[in-house]
């Protein structure tokens, strides 16, 4: 069994930071890509930031410039450094991971449950 828990959502004014970070825990053989995805309400969830397992990072043109992702593979945590947050950053941030169990060969799609960022003054 694997899990993917976040932390660090919140209410945040607008120009203001938040820090989130998503663990992976359970039975991992290996992790390709960890991610960050969110979905606003009555929105489609949508990417905003991949990171693969050798720290090659895809950002959405949305967060170009005031979010960072970044990874610590001996933990398997991934974190998205959140600035200059707009109310349109408002959502739920689900984390993603494709990994491998132990003793699988298949790498598959983890999700986390989803943390709320509200952006908001």
């Known amino acids: 069994q694997v899990q993917l828990v976040e932390s660090g959502g919140g209410l945040v004014q607008p120009g203001g930071s938040l820090r989130l970070s998503c663990t992976a825990s359970?039975?991992?053989?290996?992790?390709?890509?960890m991610g960050w995805y969110r979905q606003a309400p009555g929105q489609e969830r949508e990417l905003v930031a991949i990171i693969t397992s050798g720290g090659s990072t895809n950002l959405a043109d949305s967060v170009k410039g005031r979010f960072t992702i970044s990874r610590d593979n001996a933990k398997n945590i991934v974190y998205l450094q959140m600035n200059t947050l707009k109310p349109e950053d408002t959502g739920v941030y689900y984390c993603?991971?494709?990994?491998?169990?132990?003793?699988?060969?298949?790498?598959?799609?983890?999700w986390g449950r989803g943390t709320l960022v509200t952006v908001s003054s």
């Open positions: 359970g039975s991992i053989g290996s992790i390709s890509s």
């Open positions: 993603n991971a494709d990994l491998r169990m132990v003793g699988s060969f298949r790498y598959l799609e983890h």
